[in-house]
């Protein structure tokens, strides 16, 4: 009677902390899959089911395979699994999936599930969803392009400089502006800005820097560099 007793206990302690799991699993904005060695579904998140077009029940105890998803992903997936499986060692990688408001980019890591004694027993992948990370850095790579071409156009002077004064890179027309060709500035390496720009402007220039620093942005300013030649320009 007092083994029956243990026995209960037992089994109630490990129900309450398989609710606790489920609970945390539910919960996290992660999708998470986990298969047995047999690639078959032991466990899927709601959300996780969700990306697929699908609810857990009809994902759980089918392997990937008999899903209907592209083979490609399939494929791919199911590589991976077994490459885990046998090697012992997690796979990060990332895809793209269609889900029914649109194209989707997925950042996902594959890990071994093991056992007490360290025997892998399945598979457990956790997927996030990427795609407004994927679409900031195409907007940035755009911005970035757009900006390479106005820099490169010579349309109007561009400099890269740092607080201390020094112009690390600069489009020829700003050279041009300075008095410096593309050949000494680069054996020069970089020109003080400070030293090119007439002392009444210094206030503004540290209000600039400090706006910089504050906001990310300063205002827009009008001053006069000092030529090579001495001019003002």
Known sequence: KQAEESTRELTTQVQEQANILNAILTASVDHIYIFNRQGCYQYVSRDG??????KP?????????????????????????????KTGQPIKDECKHITADGLHYYEYILSPLRNIDQTIEGVITVSRDITEHKRAEKSLRESEARFRRLFESNLIGVAFWNVDGFVIDANDAFLQIAGYTRDEFAI??????????????????????????????????????IHRNGKRV
């Not at 089911?49 to 699908?54: H, K, P, R, S």
């Open 57 to 85: 029940q009809d994902i759980i105890g089918k392997t990937l395979p008999e899903l209907d998803l592209p083979a490609d992903l399939i494929e791919k997936v199911e590589n991976q699994r077994k490459a885990v499986i």
């Open 188 to 225: 020069l390496g970089r020109i003080n800005w400070r030293e090119l720009t007439p002392i009444e402007y210094k206030d503004l220039d540290d209000r600039a820097i400090l706006e910089v620093q504050t906001t990310g942005v300063s205002k827009i300013y009008e001053k006069e560099y």
């Open 49 to 54: 089911a969700t990306v697929l077009g699908l």
